[in-house]
């Protein structure tokens, strides 16, 4: 089992839509969790951090069960520059493991 | 404040050749590490290091790949002998106190071998 897994997509949706991301990880002892994205040919870049409660930030917001060791990203009203490859990340011990990503596009 | 930098940007070698590849982090980031793309995959995780040390280097193939981080100067990403299945995107990141939103990549080298 990979430690970090996220469907890969990809997602093609319109401008204004709702999208949402799933990804799984696989070492419970895992201490913290981020969202980058990822445009073509370009470095990740952190998008948001996720808590335990839950967090927002404008249109995106981040969700985790630690119990089912589960990780989600819900983008709204989504926007053409939104189009990237999404990376949940999982870190522990001071390394950060990276899923495959999943690539959204959105289109007009 | 400059970034992670990472050089070359893009690098050709021919097949048995070496190459390296250079990584200097952020000001005052002391904690390095490198991570590989393939064509249409995700990041893989090759090393973690500190100053003159190697933390995890579980992610890096037995043979023919190292990496260092001199007390002086970048750290570099050395593969000897390169194969086709080398060529892919190269990334680093570096962070202040190990993982945590302070991960800041670099532009990553390319590397194509022909």
């Known amino acids: 089992r990979k430690e970090v897994e996220q469907d890969p997509g990809p997602f093609n949706v319109p401008e204004g839509a709702t999208v949402a991301f799933n990804c799984t990880y696989s070492?419970?002892?895992?201490?913290?969790f981020f969202w980058y994205r990822q445009d073509c040919r370009k470095e990740p870049k952190l998008l948001m951090s996720?808590?335990?409660s839950g967090n927002e930030d404008g249109r995106f917001t981040a969700q985790l069960n630690r119990a089912s060791q589960y990780i989600s990203l819900l983008i709204r009203d989504s926007k053409l520059s939104d189009s990237a490859t999404y990376l949940c990340?999982?870190?522990?011990?001071?390394?950060?493991?990276f899923g495959a990503g999943t690539r959204l596009t959105v289109k007009p | 404040n400059a970034g992670v930098m990472q050089n070359p940007r893009h690098l050709v070698r021919r097949r048995g050749q070496e190459a390296r590849l250079r990584c200097s982090p952020m000001?005052?980031?002391?904690?390095v590490y490198w991570y590989r793309q393939l064509p249409e995959e995700g990041l893989k995780f090759m090393v973690y290091?500190?100053?003159?040390?190697?933390?995890?280097e579980s992610g890096m193939p037995k043979e023919r790949f190292s990496a260092e981080f001199p007390k002086e100067g970048p750290s570099i990403l050395r593969i000897q002998q390169v194969v086709r299945g080398d060529s892919a995107a190269y990334f680093c990141a570096s962070s202040p106190s190990g993982g945590g939103a302070g991960y800041t990549f670099g532009s990553g080298t390319r590397l194509t071998v022909v």
């Open positions: 996720v808590y335990s």
């Open positions: 290091l500190q100053k003159e040390n190697i933390i995890d």
């Open positions: 000001k005052g980031h002391s904690h």
């Open positions: 990340v999982v870190s522990n011990n001071n390394d950060m493991r």
């Open positions: 070492n419970s002892a895992s201490q913290s």
